[in-house]
């Protein structure tokens, strides 16, 4: 019987390896070379004396493509004596996909004997698929098990970290950082971005080293650098966001300009992204196209966004349209663009380009995400629509917001209607303002928390301008801490001042 071979003859271990080697990157981009992976499955497991190293071997290469996974399961049911690398290939493997998440678990829980690799494929699959509960809960579980001292490392520990991120979780971010200090494993450079992370996106402005507090951030940034620890891409796209939420263009092109010159990384298109953003916030319109048309990568839908973003702030029109062109390639189906780009429309008067825009979107098929916000007051969540009314507590939110207004004018406030998009008379405009989500759930807040605790709103589209200002001039007059985390950012509302200094 003439035996498979890929390429050429297969008859050794030897042989074998080759042909994995040659394989693998064939299968990883077609399928077609499936029945070539099976025929070397087969030959391994014609030599005698059997060798798990192999058969591990055979199992990465089967596990490589979703149409030799079940060949791969196949195969480990087969072995008479598996390792632990042979089970952390299959758990792997199935863990790459949400719908393989659960046969992953159930594979994992067979498993006589685990390792710190079974346990970070694990917890991080949990929290990449959207489940950092659960992610979590491995984690404590490998905690506690005899065998999970050897795991807990910097790799399960940043994996723990994110899944408290992705959970908003901070009491579970707290504990693990206080572990990964025991453990001392807390400069490790991953650990460190993660640590960072999970404050800022949780909003502890006072632990994030970022996100609200820019030159704390760049602070701690520059103590990282002192320490000689090397720095990565992604701690760079953070230096970079903390400058351009503060308007620090010069930190921000010298660091940009450190990334390649200084550390020999070369600039990704998130580097790009963030100094675009930078620029474009600081209204620097004309070095952001030169550099846009001059970087060595191709401009992502983040560095696009950034440009669009700019240009609502400072009602650049022109490049708007580049932007939004841009955008309607990578993402024709994203309300976003239409939304920001009639916005942009509308706020220099050209509501004959706002109703194209509108035309567009219906001719597409595309409705604009509706605005929502939300608070957890005494573990219940509860949810406002603008101009919402069907709150149980409705009438008391409205009567506290008129209030507000009425001492918000007295202070001196007026309502900013360039946010408003339909072009109606300026008493409309103002009453279509003045009852967005955000500030019926901050009225909620007041209502129903005690005085001394902090009011903490969140919201799934980016904060307008006129709510921004109005939640400053509440901050003030309640004596109220609120904090706003839009789609954007964290917004820290105290005494009349937001901690991203109105530069977002």
Known sequence: ?????????????????????????????????????????????????????????????????????????ALLSSLPSPDVCSYNTLVAALARSPRGLASARALFDRM????????????????????????????????????????????????????????????????????????GIDADAVVWSALA?????????????????????????????????RPDRVMFVGALSACAHAGLVDKGLEIFHSIKDEYGIDHTA???????????????????????????????????????????????????RWAAEALFEIEPENPATYVTLANIYASVGLFDEVENVRKIMESKGITKMPASSWIEVGKRVHVFLVGDKSHPRAEEIYALLKKMYVKMR????????????????EEQKEQDIGYHSERLAVAFGIIATPGDAPIKVFKNLRICGDCHATIKFISRIVQREIIVRDSNRFHHFKNGICSCRDYW
């Open 410 to 425: 007295e202070e001196g406030y007026v309502a900013d209607i360039s946010f408003v998009l339909h072009d109606v008379e």
């Open 197 to 229: 992370d999970m404050y800022a996106k949780c909003g502890r402005v006072e632990d994030a080293r970022s996100n609200g507090q820019s030159e704390e951030a760049l602070c701690y940034f520059n103590m990282f650098l002192r320490s000689g620890l």
């Open 270 to 320: 998130d580097h790009y992204a963030c100094v675009i953003d930078l620029l474009s916030r600081s209204g620097q319109f004309e070095l952001a196209e030169e550099m846009i048309n001059k970087m060595a990568v191709k401009p992502n839908k983040f560095l696009w966004a950034s440009l669009l973003g700019g240009c609502r702030i400072h009602k650049n029109v022109r490049l708007a």
């Open 1 to 73: 019987m003439k035996r498979p071979s890929f390429s050429v003859s297969v008859t050794t271990a030897s042989q074998l390896h080759d042909g994995i080697d040659r394989l693998l990157p064939l299968l990883r981009a077609d399928a077609s070379h499936a029945p070539a992976a099976r025929a070397l499955a087969a030959a391994a497991a014609s030599l005698r004396p059997p060798s798990t190293f192999l058969s591990n071997r055979v199992l990465h290469l089967l596990s490589s493509h979703p149409a030799t996974l079940p060949d791969a399961l």
């Open 112 to 183: 006589p004997l685990r390792d710190h690799f079974s346990w970070s494929a694990i917890v991080s699959a949990h929290a990449r698929h959207g489940q950092p509960r659960a992610a979590l809960a491995f984690y404590r579980r490998m905690l506690r098990e005899p065998e999970g001292s050897g795991a807990d490392n910097e790799f399960t520990a940043s994996s723990a970290l994110a899944a408290a991120t992705a959970a908003r979780c901070v009491r579970s971010g707290r504990e693990l950082h206080c572990h990964v200090i025991r453990r």
